[in-house]
Every structure is written in C-alpha cells, then in structure tokens.
C-alpha cells in the first residue's frame, strides 16, 4: 500500500468522524420549534431538507463523475458547516430553511461520491477487492461520532442552551472541511466519459437496463432504506413508551456505539462469508429482531431494537461493495444518486404511511407495519441471493 493511499485512508475517516459529529441531532425538532413558534413549521424544515437533497441528487452524482471526487467532498463539507452556521445564528424560519436547503445539497453531493472516492483510491493500485473491508471501518467512524455526540449533548444541555448545541458542532464540522481539502484526487480507471451531463445521465440509466441483478439490487435499497428511515424516525415515539425521557439518549448512545461496532467487524464477516450472504442474514436478523421487540412490547424493547443496531453495518457495507462492483468507472457516482433520489421519494411515501396509521393505532402497531413491509426487501435479497 503506497503512502498516498495510506493518507488517504487517514483523511477520509478523520473526515467521517468530523462530518456527523452532531450534537444537535437530539434536539433539532425542538430547537426549530423554539425559533419558529411552531411545531409545524419545525417539521417542515425536515422536509424542506428531504425536498433540497432529492432536487440536487443526480446533477450532483454527475458532478462527480465529471469534475472529480475531491471537489464534490469538499464542496459537499463547505454546504454543511454554511448549513449548520445557519441553524446556530438563525432567529427566523427563512434562516433556517436556508439551513435546511444548505445541508440537503451538503447531503446529495456525499452521496455516492464518497464511496466511489473510496473505491477509486482502491482500484488506483489494484486492490477494490478489499472495499468491504475499508469501508467497514471507515463508516464506523461516523456511527462513532454520532455516538460521542449524543453523550456530548447530554452533558452539554444541562448547562447550555438548545442553540450552543450547534455552536459546538460548529469547530468540529470545520476541521472536517480541513481533512477534505488536504484529501489526494484519486486515479479513476474509467470507460469514456459522456461530453455532456445529458448524455452521461443516459449512459448511466442505461447501466441499469442492462444489468438484472443490479436493478434489483437498486431496488432493494431504495425499499429498504426508505422504509429503515422511516422507523428510525419513529423509534423514540416507541422508546418513550416505555422509558423516560433521560434515557432515551442512553438508547440513542447506545444505537449509534452498536452500529459503529457492526461497521468494525463487516469487512471480515464480508470477507468470510460474501456480500450477499451477509445481507441478506443482515437484512432478516434485523426484521425478525425488530418485529420481535414490536410485537411483544416490554420494557426491554428498546434495548433490543438499539442493540439490534449492530447488523446496520454489514448490511450497508455488503451492499454498498456490490453496487461499487457492478457500476461502471464513469458514472460511479452517478449510478448512485439516481438509486438515492429514489430512496428519498419512496422514504416521503413510506414516512407519511407510517405516520398516518400512527395516528390512528399508535407508533407501535405503526412500526410493526413497517417491520412487516420489509420483507419483500428480504425476499430480494434472497432471489439475489439464489442467483448468485
């Protein structure tokens, strides 16, 4: 392994760690509640964020695939210290929708370029078989830093206001714009690369249309990740039926320290066992756990649906490493956001359905909805999985 590649590595998980270290994750629906008078225009701003990161999704995948993974990183890390600088300065709703638009963009140039700038630095010396494995540790630095900041938050707001909250994220995202802007452009082995956005856009559709497995594959990840959000969204309206409300940061710790682990060990469960075998074990541990905790709701529920946490990992990491695998070198990150601006639209259908049975029958018979809902996602995984 060269030096450059090792600085890389180096960079990119200080820049993981830096870019989800939030210590406003806890309260942002109650500070934007605070600032607004309104719950909801709190919750609005949730979708104003969801609408912007759809909206910039794919030209921002093609910007990546044009003008370099680097640039889209460190552009990606400029919008979200601008996003949050927003959120801690704010006095008004327009402020914080600009916030909001701010770290949707943030969002949608992250995602897929910083897989594809991984497994671009890999394949530069001929070792992208090991993806899983780097990625596994990589992305358990940002589980890691959500863990660390949800304990910082509960120190923090017993002695600071809702709004230093993104005061003392804001140091911290910065430093991450420093890694990003001392990250190395990788060598990109690619195919010949569209002269024009329109042309490459097709060129990556295309991709789709010819690979099966691939498109069912996308598929499964837009249906599971949609549906996944969703009930992470809901699960402290469940936890607070059964614990009170200091330790539902005990459980948001302990989620986030539960999924960092996952993504420590699923490069060698990946290596061990293939990309598919572990998620599809992955995908059907978590349903059947989470189904379980729902189904027969005890205290203990809440504990097992954090701890249930640790198969996110190696589900993300197994299927993130096919996907790199079947994309084509020119419309890597491309490929990506179109999968990704499906996810968000069917989250948006997927979050509302949740929401509205909620309303009528309660979080829990709602989240045992969602569990069920996952199992075509699993029975893709297995048809996948048949046909390897």
Not at 33 to 58: C, D, H, Y
Not at 113 to 132: P, R, T, V, Y
Not at 174 to 196: Q, S, W, Y
Not at 233 to 261: D, E, K, N, Q, R
Request: include cysteine; charged fraction near 10%; glycine fraction near 8%.
């Amino acid at each position: 392994m060269s030096a450059d590649l090792r600085r890389n590595i180096r960079l990119l998980s200080a820049f993981s760690f830096c870019n989800d270290f939030r210590v406003y994750a806890p309260i942002m629906v109650v500070y934007f509640a605070q600032v607004t008078s309104s719950l909801a225009l709190a919750t609005l701003l949730f979708s104003i964020a969801k609408i912007a990161w759809s909206v910039f999704e794919v030209p921002t995948g093609v910007f990546s695939d044009l003008l370099g993974r680097k640039l889209t990183i460190v552009l990606g890390q400029a919008a979200s210290v601008a996003s949050i600088a927003l959120y801690a300065f704010g006095h008004d709703f327009a402020w914080l929708a600009a916030g909001a638009v701010m770290e949707g963009f943030a969002f949608s140039l992250f995602s897929g370029n910083n897989d594809a700038f991984l497994f671009d630095i890999l394949k530069s010396e001929g070792i992208e078989a090991h993806f899983s494995e780097w990625l596994g540790g990589i992305s358990a630095m940002f589980q890691l830093a959500l863990a660390v900041s949800a304990g910082v938050a509960m120190v923090a707001l017993g002695w600071l206001s809702l709004r230093w909250m993104f005061v003392l994220t804001l140091p911290v995202a910065a430093m991450g714009l420093v890694f990003a802007l001392l990250l190395t452009e990788p060598k990109r082995h690619t195919d010949a690369i569209a002269a024009n956005v329109f042309a490459h856009l097709r060129e990556a559709i295309a991709g789709f249309r010819r690979d099966v497995k691939l498109r069912e594959l996308s598929l499964a990840s837009m249906l599971g990740f949609a549906l996944g959000e969703a009930k992470h969204m809901f699960h402290p309206v469940f936890f607070a039926l059964f614990w009170p409300p200091w330790a539902l940061g005990v459980a948001g710790v302990a989620v986030h320290g539960m999924a960092s682990l996952g993504f420590r060990i699923s490069g060698p469960l990946v290596k061990r066992f293939g990309e598919l075998r572990v998620l599809l074990g992955s995908n059907f541990g978590s349903t059947l756990i989470g189904a379980s905790a729902v189904l027969v709701p005890t205290v203990a529920s809440p504990g097992i649906i954090s701890l249930s946490s640790i198969l996110f990992g190696p589900a993300m990491v197994a299927q993130s490493s096919l996907m790199q695998r079947a994309f084509t070198g020119a419309q890597r990150a491309t490929m990506a956001s179109l999968i990704s601006l499906g996810g968000n639209i069917l989250f948006a259908a997927a979050v509302f359905a949740i929401g509205a049975v909620a309303d009528r029958v309660g979080a829990r018979f709602a989240l045992l909805g969602a569990e069920i809902l996952t199992i075509p996602v699993t029975l893709l995984y297995w048809r996948l999985y048949r046909s390897a």
